[in-house]
């Protein structure tokens, strides 16, 4: 792998901010892309209690930073603290980007659903947007992220289905007309007619309840993604493999959701390739 050999005073910092962070992949991956194009920059993480957050930010310029990835709990705080806010990210209600322009001032950016597209596009190239309705599990942050990518892309109906009916009825209205949302108990129902079902709940995640969700009225050309990725393989890729629907894990969304941001600040668009992914999942 190409770098430099060392750090200059001219160097370019970013970093990660998440109270906790220190569970962040976004070093490993940014510094993999630094150390591959041979690049003059840093990119470092950068623990900030919820109470600090608003003195990080400004700090962003005074110190010379190009700007910053947010993570939990600070993608909804931090919208209210920057100076503006891209229109993709205000229609989802929180930003991961942060980027400090030449005057000092501080923009802020989502690329989760560009990742969510991104990395749906490159592991399951047949998926068409215009293809048939999405089936989409979770009412939360990531929902909105992808749901609204998904209908910028040009999926023509979103059902959405979540344990509470309430929050997916207000990501409904959000979302506008294309988007009604399918009763928890009905969830199998939600699955008849769809080209794509895709969950982004915690559910089938290390450490949380499993996914029941029968496939059986899945059109068998369906895509099957899912943005957990621990573990790699969920139960439901597993099924939906099993039956033969392409899948499409949770890691590439990270990666790709990264890329933005890394030419934001450091000038090139990267690549996601299959060394990167082992780097990311490295122990």
Known sequence: MTGPAFLTGKARVA??????????????????????????GIYIPLPVAPDRLGQALRALPVLGFAGCNLTIPHKVAALELVDRVSATAGRIGAINLVVVQPDGSLLGDNTDGFGFVANLRQEAPGWQPAAGPAAL???????????????????????LVNRTQARAEQLAAQLGARATVVAWAERADALAGAALLVNTSSLGMTG?????????????????????????????????????????????????????????WFGVLPEVTAALVAVALAD
Do not use: C
């Open 15 to 40: 970093g990660v901010m998440g109270w906790p962070v220190g569970h962040s992949r976004s070093p490993r991956i940014h510094g993999y892309w630094l150390r591959l194009h041979g690049i003059d």
């Open 137 to 159: 599990l979770g009412a939360g942050g990531a929902a909105m992220a992808v749901a609204t990518a998904l209908l910028d892309a040009g999926v023509p109906a979103l059902r």
């Open 208 to 264: 949380q309840p499993p996914l029941e969700l029968p496939l059986a009225a899945l059109p068998e050309n369906a895509v099957v993604s899912d943005i957990v990725y621990a573990p790699l393989e969920t139960e439901l890729l597993r099924q939906a493999k099993a039956r033969g629907h392409p899948v499409v894990g949770g890691i590439g969304m990270l990666l790709h959701q990264a890329r933005p941001a890394f030419q934001a």
